[in-house]
């Protein structure tokens, strides 16, 4: 029995799903991408196949997180361009260009999302300061998060 | 498109051996690949919506963090890896599905993402997650015509028939605009899309690479 066990564990690791990436998300991003490829027929994916993909895409993060560009900088956080210089290193360097595309639009968005909040809040403020303060002690100063570094 | 077949034909030495059914089956890749490739030009020059796909974070950062010289991660770099993991499923996905297709296919099997990372270099780090066996790749048993890769700069990897892992360089930049798109190459502007500013030439810039696929090379 001991000797079948073997057999299995040589060809495919076994990880448990929480550390994987969710099935259904990758499912979605190769199913769509297939459809894209083949307009008139559609392409199926076995279950076997899209764990595959799971696997091989966590292995991908593994790959990348694994470089040692923070290392060099003497850096305790990986940043942005960390990351940049990483997939460079690992040669997928065709990945930069639209990964800033994306940075960027991220940081619009949240750039705009924070002012909407600070927006807001002021606007919650002149509200309470018609009132007696009845609560006050920075209740509406706990929402505003350092976004620029997190373990 | 139309000019491609002719001009393919036309450029296709008969010093390499005589690879007739590959050359029909090369004539289809091609076109559909020219398909793809425009679609995949609209894809990239759309606005990202990160709503879409978005791969879990706080997976991705315990994902990392199994890694134990991961120490801090900002808050940007968990979401820049959710997209370059996305870019390379799709990547993955783009490539199992050719060979799926070579093989007349319409279901994606093991054996074509074993195919896919075989037949890509910059995959070689997956080369453990699928068995030996799984890999039935009719190019494996080329391979020895076009002997090492290691040359390989503007080899495309959709090739494969003829000269499997020949693909220093994903397909979306691997291309040698010279060697069998006459026409505006999708891969040109692919590569004006994929590196913004100067080609760093760390794609073995362009022709000139006498790699097993010389005889075919020279169209500049």
Redesign the interface.
């Known amino acids: 029995m001991s000797e079948k066990e073997k057999d299995v564990v040589v060809?495919e690791k076994v990880v448990s799903e929480?550390?994987e990436?969710?099935k259904t998300?990758?499912r979605?991003?190769?199913k769509?991408?297939?459809s894209?490829?083949?307009k008139d027929?559609?392409?199926?994916?076995?279950r076997?196949?899209l764990q595959?993909?799971c696997?091989?895409?966590?292995?991908?993060?593994?790959?990348?997180?694994?470089t040692?560009v923070c290392?060099e900088s003497k850096r305790?956080?990986?940043?942005?361009e960390?990351?940049?210089k990483a997939?460079e290193e690992?040669?997928?360097?065709?990945?930069v260009?639209?990964?800033r595309?994306?940075?960027e639009?991220?940081?619009r968005?949240n750039a705009k999302r924070k002012s909407e909040s600070l927006k807001a809040k002021e606007m919650n403020k002149k509200g309470k300061m018609k009132e007696p303060p009845v609560t006050n002690g920075g209740g509406s100063e706990e929402e505003d998060e350092d976004?620029?570094?997190?373990? | 498109m139309e000019n491609n077949p002719q001009q393919l034909a036309a450029t296709q030495p008969v010093a390499y051996p005589p690879q007739t059914p590959y050359h029909h089956l090369l004539q289809q890749q091609q076109q559909q690949l020219q398909t793809f490739w425009n679609y995949q030009r609209q894809e990239i020059e759309q606005v990202n919506d990160f709503k879409n796909h978005q791969l879990p974070l706080a997976r991705i950062k315990k994902i990392m963090k199994a890694d134990e010289d991961v120490r801090m991660i900002s808050a940007e770099a968990p979401i820049l890896f959710a997209k370059a993991c996305e870019l390379f499923i799709l990547e993955l996905t783009i490539r199992s599905w050719l060979h799926a297709e070579e093989n007349k296919r319409r279901t994606l099997q093991k054996n074509d993402i074993a195919a896919a990372i075989t037949r890509t270099d910059i995959f070689d780090f997956l080369v453990d997650i699928v068995p030996r066996d799984e890999i039935k790749d009719d190019a494996v048993a080329l391979g020895g015509i076009i002997g090492s890769p290691a040359a390989a700069s503007g080899v495309p990897y959709y090739y494969p028939p003829m000269g499997q892992p020949m693909m220093g360089r994903p397909a979306v930049s691997g291309v040698d605009p010279g060697v069998y798109m006459q026409a505006p190459p999708p891969s040109q502007a692919w590569q004006s899309v994929w590196q913004t500013g100067a080609d760093d030439g760390s794609y073995g810039s362009g022709g000139g690479a006498s790699s097993g696929h010389g005889n075919i090379d020279g169209q500049g």
């Not at chain 1, 305790?76 to 942005?80: R, S």
């Not at chain 1, 976004?147 to 373990?151: C, G, R």
């Open positions: 060809t929480a550390d990436l969710p998300i990758v979605r991003v190769v769509d991408k297939l894209q490829l083949s027929s559609e392409v199926n994916v076995l076997e196949s595959g993909f696997e091989s895409a966590r292995i991908f993060i593994h790959f990348l997180s694994a040692d290392k305790q956080i990986i940043n942005a960390d990351v940049f997939l690992i040669e997928f360097a065709e990945f260009a639209p990964l595309t994306s940075l639009e991220f940081r968005k976004e620029s570094s997190e373990e």
